[in-house]
């Protein structure tokens, strides 16, 4: 198992960077609800593309996963900034925010995938043989909580 789709190099950093900065110089006009609507419909793609994979379907997540994390980047970069934006931080405490956000989102990922590598190290193979069976419960349990964020915030996304 290939831990690309979890981590593409520099390509997620630059987007959220990209995304955050778009929004927060008012480059890009961001409104939370159909910013988070899409944030929401971007996991459900990467909870299908879990199950697809898991199937030996390859799709665009399995053949171009630095498109993919760039993309996703970009629009989670969007989704902080727009939430920067609504607690009102003054402008000269934006770029300090942004920094601190993306070098913790980072740290969080590392401490992710060493957490991970602990975890098969303690389970052995065991637990590397039973993985690939619990892929699809998992991909089918991210898309249930993603599609269920995404319907909480439809209404926003058509006005209502």
Do not use: C
Request: hydrophobic share 55%.
């Amino acid at each position: 198992m290939r831990p690309a789709v979890i981590i593409d190099g520099w390509r997620t950093p630059i987007g959220r960077h990209g995304g955050a900065g778009a929004a927060v110089l008012d480059v890009v006009p961001v409104e939370s609800g159909p910013v988070e609507a899409a944030i929401a419909l971007s996991i459900v793609l990467l909870a299908r593309e879990i199950v697809m994979g898991n199937r030996g379907e390859k799709h665009l997540v399995h053949r171009k996963p630095w498109l993919v994390a760039f993309a996703f980047g970009l629009l989670h970069g969007l989704g902080f900034a727009g939430a920067l934006g609504e607690i009102g931080l003054r402008n000269s405490d934006v770029p300090l925010a942004l920094l601190s956000f993306n070098v913790g989102v980072e740290a969080g990922q590392l401490a992710f995938v060493a957490a991970l590598v602990l975890v098969q190290r303690i389970g052995g193979q065991g637990l590397r043989s039973r993985l690939p069976r619990l892929e699809p419960a998992l991909g089918y349990a991210l898309g249930a909580l993603a599609m269920f964020w995404l319907f909480g915030r439809l209404p926003a996304v058509f006005g209502a």
